[in-house]
């Protein structure tokens, strides 16, 4: 089962290995790769704030913006409702073009 946490405006996952008894996950919705784990989900979660916390002052240290999370989705829905439904398919473990696909089928369905 994979959980989401919020820091700064990006969100990541948490996910419990049972083999390793550890709890991993990543940065959602940037196109960089950013990691971290700890022994507890307390732990992984301080390391997601950390791990964002270095990601974000990497842009800054390189005067640049950082890149807006999710702001690659092939879509011209209103932020907020782009950033909902990828940590939902994220959550559900289903890719977000099925999550768009369902949602607009059950529009369509319950409007007919």
Request: hydrophobic fraction near 35%; charged fraction near 25%; charge should be negative.
């Amino acid at each position: 089962m994979s959980t989401t946490i919020s820091y700064r405006g990006y969100d990541g996952s948490v996910i419990h290995d049972v083999e390793d008894n550890l709890y991993h996950g990543k940065v959602l919705g940037i196109r960089d790769f950013v990691i971290y784990h700890g022994d507890t989900p307390e732990e992984a979660e301080a390391i997601f704030r950390h791990a964002v916390d270095d990601y974000l002052n990497s842009f800054e240290e390189q005067g640049r913006q950082p890149p807006k999370p999710f702001a690659s989705l092939p879509t011209t829905l209103p932020h907020e409702l782009q950033v909902k439904a990828a940590l939902f398919a994220h959550e559900h473990q289903i890719d977000l073009e099925s999550v768009f696909q369902n949602a607009l089928s059950d529009f369509l369905h319950r409007a007919a």
